[in-house]
């Protein structure tokens, strides 16, 4: 199974806390911060959610 790395890069101040929500069920805790997880729906999904606030590859 493939493994996405997702960065946080923007930050949550004046977003929905729902995008915060994500963020934080994401396992990212401050702004530059990486997490490493495998390639599935939910966390796609989640990813999908807040675009526009992190960045994501997959890692082999």
Known sequence: ???????WKKST??????QRRCIRALGLKKLNHSVIHDDTPQIRGMIR????????DIVD
């Not at 101040?13 to 729902?18: A, D, G, K, M, V």
């Not at 959610?49 to 994501?56: F, G, I, K, P, T």
């Open 1 to 7: 199974m493939s493994r996405i790395r997702i960065t």
């Open 13 to 18: 101040i004046s977003h929905p806390e729902r």
């Open 49 to 56: 959610a807040v675009a526009h606030l992190v960045e994501w």
